[in-house]
């Protein structure tokens, strides 16, 4: 079975870093692309960034760009999300998907992710 599993949330003061890992089992690792999803209270889901394991290509959603790095790790099959200068307003659960990716784009929908993990809360405190 395919599993994506997410870990690394936390509470953290603003401006703090947390790094957020995605490691997936079951998988082909290159095939697919994933991506960080979040949710905030009373918010919908907003897409973080993306990464094309791949081509080693990756997209950033516009909330959290400039402060967030999304790697992969292909020695532990894991795509990881670095996080810098947390502001309060990114208080959320984080999740991560992934989708076969020679029919995903930036703007697949939410829906159409093939897998999606369990989700990491992160608090960041004023």
């Known amino acids: 079975d395919v599993q994506l599993q997410a870990s690394g949330g936390g509470l953290v003061q603003a401006g703090g870093s947390l790094r957020l890992s995605c490691a997936a089992f079951?998988?082909?690792?290159?095939?697919?692309?994933f991506c960080w999803f979040r949710r905030a209270p009373g918010k919908g889901r907003e897409g973080v960034a993306c990464?094309?394991?791949?081509?080693?290509?990756?997209y950033y959603g516009p909330s959290m760009r400039g402060r967030v790095i999304i790697s992969g790790l292909r020695f532990k099959n894991a795509v990881d999300l670095q996080m810098n200068y947390l502001k309060p307003e990114d208080t959320a659960v984080y999740y991560c998907?992934?989708?076969?990716?020679?029919?995903?784009?930036?703007?697949?929908?939410?829906?159409?992710?093939?897998?999606w993990g369990q989700g990491t809360q992160v608090t960041v405190s004023s």
């Open positions: 998907a992934a989708d076969k990716v020679d029919s995903w784009t930036k703007d697949t929908p939410y829906d159409d992710y093939d897998f």
């Open positions: 079951g998988l082909s690792f290159d095939d697919y692309a």
């Open positions: 990464l094309n394991i791949r081509d080693d290509l990756a």
